[in-house]
Each structure stands twice: as C-alpha cells, then as structure tokens.
C-alpha cells in the first residue's frame, strides 16, 4: 500500500499549498476549445460549465482519491489480463487456440469501453454515485464466477460481459467526475486517477503470483474480488459532481446511442481523427499487456506446470514492473502536459512507445538465442512509462475539444469507437502467434503489428495539432 501512501502525501500537500478554496476561472484560449474545434451547444443562455473550477481543495481531491480508487478496481484488472490469459490458455482452456482464447480478453476490453456510450449521457443527466452502485454490482458478480469457470462460453459470460459492464459503469462516471473540480490541472488529476489502474496492474498479478500456488483458481479470483468491494465502497462513497445537470439532459435510448455527429461538428475533424488515434492506441497498447508474460513462459521454455508453482514467476513481475513503472508515468507526464500541452505530450509519449517496441521487444523475439533478460526489462520500463501517459492523456485531449457540459456525451462516443480497437487487436495479436513460425521468434508478426498501429496513432495526434497550431511545437497546445 505504499503507492496509495504516497498519493496521499501529494494530495495532502496540494491542499495545503493551493487552498481549499481557491478557484481558477477560464478567460483564455488556453483553457477553453479553440474556436477551431468549439462545438455549439445551440443555447442562448450562458453555461455555468465555463465559469469557475476549483482546481483544487479538499472536496476536489477526494473525488480524485475516488476515481483513484474505482480505476484501481476497474482498469487494475483491465491492466492484469496477461496474467489471466498466461493461466487459462495453459491450465484450463487448454486445447483452445491462441487466437480463441484473445477472444475472452478481447470482449473483456471492448464492452469496458463500449457500454460507456449509455453511460456518458447517464452521467451528464444524473451524476456518477448511481451508475459507480450498479458497475460494482456486475463488477463483483463477474469476479466471484469467474473462479467458478472450467468452459470457453463461461468465461465470456462471467468475465467477458459481467465484469466488462461493470469496468463501464465504474471508470466512466468516476473520470467524467474529475472534469468538473479541474480544468487548469485536469491533466495532474486525470494523471493521479490513473495512477489507480497501474497501481491495480501492480496489485493484482503479484497477488494472484502468490496465491495460485497456496489456494488454487476459484480462491485467488475471489479474494481478488474482496478487495475489489473494498475499493469500490471508497470509489462510491467519494465520488460526486460538481455541476447541475445540463438543462433538457435526456437519457432515453435514441440519446444514449453513439452521436455521429460529434466526429464532425467542428468542421475540421479533428474529433474524428482523435478518435482514430485512440483506436489505434487501443490497438497496440493492449498487446503487450496480454501477451507479455506468455512471450517471457515460451521465451524461457517453461512447462504448464511452472506456470503455476512459481517458476514462471517473473512472467508476472514483468506485467507488475510494467504498471508500476505506468504510474510514475501516468502522474508525471500528466503533470507536465499541463504545462507543455496535452496534444503536445500524447504526440511525444506516443513517440516513445514507438521507439521502445521497435528496437528494443522485436530485437529480443528475433534473436538467434536468447538474449539476456536486460533487454526485455529496459522494453518493460521504457514502454511503462510511456504508454501508461497514453491513457491517462485520452480522455483530456478529448476534453479539449468540447465544452464541460458535453463531455460524457463526447468522452463516451470516442470510447465506443475506441472499444473496436480492444475487441479486435488481441486476437489478430493472438493469430499473428499462430500463423507464424511459432516459439519466441513466432511473436515477431505481433510485435510488427503494433509497432505499425503506434506508427498510425502518432500520424493521428500529429496532424490535429498541426492543424490547430502548426508546426512550432514550442506552443502549448
């Protein structure tokens, strides 16, 4: 618990230098969507969403120690799914196929972030508390089955759908909250929410490490999902909104469907490219984070059997260094966005992610033998750092493209794009291993494929910002 020790200590000293009561007021193009990329409201009246946050203060921090905590539950797992897929695919689901078993993860990741298509316009009518209730509800009933499951068709229905529906529910709402205390800051606060999810990417495979050996399958899953109560209880009793509900907010079925017209409002795209620039994130960045430990058991040639009594144990830590690593990246380069520009520190870390999986994994899969381990943990830190920033810097260049009060509506559409990308790159990544050599040097093809979708994204992100400031990448944007 040391990581949540030093959050706090952060937290604390934020509230003691910034005032619990200070509030920063936007006047500038800075801080608001630049007339390129504004989206009218069609209202006459004006919004109170563009007057005052608080940047700050203890009730600002406590909703941020919430999504914290309900990123740790939600997104911790999301961050943990190559530990699950290295057990199942080597103890249960034994004579399924690699690109079979992607299927299960990739449902999981993909209706995590669809259903937040229901839940965006629910949160702007409504607030995050009653959503965050019913997330964790699903969430724990997906959790205390899944140890329960020995079939294909039951893992997709207790992991893939009930606790893919319960991710939605819990992290849509609890980032959306973040956006009405900060605007100045939301790049530091989103960053520390985030934190959350590499802190759970930490937690959860070192704890399933460590008790597979001592209490089995269904044992592990369910202590898993005791301490999931226990963050959710946190996450819903701290998270709240700020602002009243937009006036004429509805939340009937043909609202709640993804808005096309959002991509397009702005007449320039750059919505509509953003939102490819997730996808295509979403595609790359969920291949390492699955496959990795089963890369480290076929590189190291280790049996079923070790997988599971701890020979195979740094399989695991590799996926716990990789999101420890993402929450120093998460909150420091979250921090520095603020300050260089959001779109800015995406185009750079997406940058990053390139270089690390290009000359640093793809080296260690071709190698005639083995290299050293050194390698493959410099790829680790280096990819950690900077993918983990990836994440947490979506949904605020998102942010910088709509006013407040349409922020679920827009963050919720971009993601139900997005979640296409989770649900088909884990099994085209798991079909690449197949329809390859096979063995370590058989992971090249999915190494190519998302080094090339992170080539694509970093066009994406390049040409939105070039469009609103041009070329000169000293201006923070």
């Not at 966005?337 to 000359?359: E, F, K």
């Not at 994440?391 to 296409?420: F, H, K, N, W």
């Not at 370590?440 to 609103?468: E, P, Q």
Request: aromatic fraction near 14%; charged fraction near 10%.
């Amino acid at each position: 618990m040391s990581a949540l020790v030093w959050a706090l200590s952060i937290k604390c000293a934020a509230w003691s230098s910034k005032g619990r009561d200070k509030m920063s007021t936007v006047t500038n193009v800075e801080e608001q969507p630049t007339e390129l990329f504004t989206s009218q409201t069609g209202e006459d009246e004006p919004s109170v969403y563009a007057v005052s946050y608080p940047e700050g203060g203890r009730d600002a921090w406590l909703v941020a120690m919430g999504s914290w905590c309900s990123m740790t539950a939600a997104l911790g797992m999301v961050n943990s799914v190559g530990v699950l897929e290295a057990y199942v695919s080597t103890n249960i689901l034994t004579s399924s196929s690699t690109d079979k078993t992607g299927w299960i993860f990739g449902i999981y990741v993909f209706v995590s972030y669809f259903c937040g298509v229901q839940v965006g316009p629910i949160f702007d009518a409504r607030g995050p508390r009653e959503l965050m209730l019913i997330g964790t509800g699903f969430l724990l009933a997906g959790t205390f089955t899944l140890g329960l499951c020995t079939e294909y068709y039951q893992f997709i229905l207790a992991f893939s759908i009930l606790s893919g529906i319960g991710n939605s529910f819990l992290f849509t709402p609890a980032m959306g909250a973040i956006s009405h205390w900060f605007n100045k800051r939301r790049g530091e606060a989103s960053g520390f929410a985030f934190t959350g999810s590499g802190f759970g990417g930490v937690l959860f495979p070192l704890m399933i490490q460590s008790l597979l050996p001592r209490v089995g399958w269904a044992w592990s899953t369910r202590i898993v999902g005791f301490v999931f109560l226990l963050l959710c209880t946190i996450g819903v009793a701290l998270c709240r909104s700020r602002l009243p509900p937009r006036k004429g907010t509805s939340t009937s079925w043909k609202v709640m469907m993804p808005d096309l017209n959002i991509f397009f409002k702005d007449g320039n795209g750059a919505m509509a490219v953003t939102t490819a620039g997730v996808f295509l994130l979403e595609w790359a960045y969920f291949v390492p984070l699955t496959y990795l430990p089963s890369y480290y058991l076929t590189r190291q040639g280790l049996s079923d059997k070790a997988s599971v009594t701890g020979g195979a144990a740094f399989a695991y830590q590799l996926l716990a260094i990789l999101n420890a690593v993402s929450c120093i990246g998460r909150y420091v380069i979250g921090h520095v966005a603020d300050r260089a520009g959001r779109y800015n520190t995406m185009i750079v870390s997406n940058l990053i992610c390139l270089v690390s999986v290009a000359s640093l994994w793809l080296p260690d899969a071709l190698a005639e033998t083995p290299p050293n381990k050194a390698l493959l943990i410099w790829f680790v830190i280096v990819f950690g750092f900077a993918s983990g920033s990836n994440v947490s810097l979506m949904p605020v260049c998102i942010g910088q493209l709509c006013p407040i009060e349409d922020y679920g509506r827009y963050y919720a559409s971009a993601y139900t794009v997005a979640s296409i990308g989770c649900l088909t790159g884990i099994p085209i990544a798991g079909n690449l291993i197949t329809a390859t050599e096979g063995g370590r040097r058989g992971f090249w093809g999915l190494i190519l494929f998302t080094s090339i979708s992170y080539v694509a994204a970093f066009a994406c992100f390049l040409w939105v910002r070039v469009r609103a400031k041009g070329w000169n990448m000293r201006t923070v944007w």
